[in-house]
């Protein structure tokens, strides 16, 4: 008996670890797995909470989570750096009816915020290559959030089809170090837009991923230890020191008058003469040749600024065959008390210049009463004038 008793038993079987968890964990039909995200919520301690509706969760489609992610695909950045860092929105329109570009910051989206943890932000303009207190512009500062809105519109007067072939506008979203007591705070993230693809008169859209500033290694000092690297941002280093400013000069010979009418209405981008990186500006008119005090003319003093605008008009009597044999010096000047001003640029107009200045002083005595505006640029040297 003790035989076939032995030869019935039987071994019981094993079941592995894997059947064991598939028959208890998930008995009955295979459902879609949920997302990771379900179990292990991301939390952003600085962004609002999100209040759903109490209720059961919906469950994922079968197609997967790649129905439900639709990425910007124009906005995304081929380097690592820019990840996380946040993106700008703005809107660019070159009006060249005008002279002028105008770039409208209208929001941020997903800043990376400062050690501090509050975000007060501004968005600052630069056109490169070019003077960088002489191009910079900025807008009102945003307190408090991640996602800023401006909607604020930065304007460069005197900007021509040959500044959009060859310059890039940078801009940068920085922190303002006067709320944070704090200087020279890098910025949040930068960009920069190449302008000789705009189309003149159509505004263009972007919304492009920040990056983090750029650096470039300048050559060391005698006084540098040896090994050490000195840097500096692109901009400081790619400063055009040939570039002194333009002026607006409006010209109208007034048949009424029985003389030319000259308007002194702004300048731009002027080079900084001062200490603190600006200039106290004012224009120096001179007609020659021609005696007296009433060939000489000047306007009012605006500080500290390297964009001043003046909207004065002065008025030289005389026929239009007298003037033509005359010149017109326009010269800017830095104001400096107590000691002499500094010469910052000067343009001159006659019947012996060249291009725009000649075509602009024929055109103003060839035609009465029409009022006729154009940017010069001012050269750096000062003009000499012979007898």
Known sequence: ????????????????????????????????????????????????????????????PATGPAAQFH??????????????LGTLEFTLLFDEDNSALHCTAHRAKGLKPPASGSVDTYVKANLLPGASKASQLRTRTVRGTRGPVWEETLTYHGFTRQDAGRKTLRLCVCEDPRLRRRRRAPPLGE??????????????????????????????????A?????????MEAEEAGDERGRILLSLCYSSQRGGLLVGILRCTHLAPMDANGYSDPFVRLFLHPNVGKKSKYKTSVRKKT????????FFYAGRREELAQKTLLVTVWDYDLGTADDFIGGVQLSSRASGDRLWHWCECLGHSDHRL??????????????D
Not at 374 to 386: E, R, Y
Request: net charge neutral; glycine share 4%; with cysteine.
């Open 1 to 60: 008996m003790a035989a076939p008793a032995a030869a019935g038993w039987r071994r019981p079987q094993r079941v592995s670890m894997q059947e064991h968890m598939a028959i208890d964990v998930s008995p009955g039909p295979i459902r879609p797995i949920r997302l990771i995200s379900d179990y292990f919520p991301h939390f952003y301690p600085f962004a609002e909470p999100v209040r759903r509706a109490p209720g059961p969760r919906p469950v994922a």
């Open 71 to 84: 990425p910007n695909l124009e906005a995304e950045s081929d380097s690592d750096d820019s990840a996380g």
């Open 191 to 224: 960009l920069r837009v190449p302008l000789r693809k705009l189309v003149p008169n159509r505004a263009r859209s972007f919304d492009v991923c920040l990056e983090k500033r750029r650096l470039t290694k300048r050559p060391k000092s005698l006084d540098t």
């Open 226 to 234: 040896r090994g050490m690297s000195v840097y500096e941002e692109e």
């Open 306 to 313: 390297l964009n001043p605008e003046f909207n004065e008009e």
């Open 373 to 386: 505006e154009v940017w010069h640029p001012l050269d750096g040297v000062p003009l000499q004038l012979s």
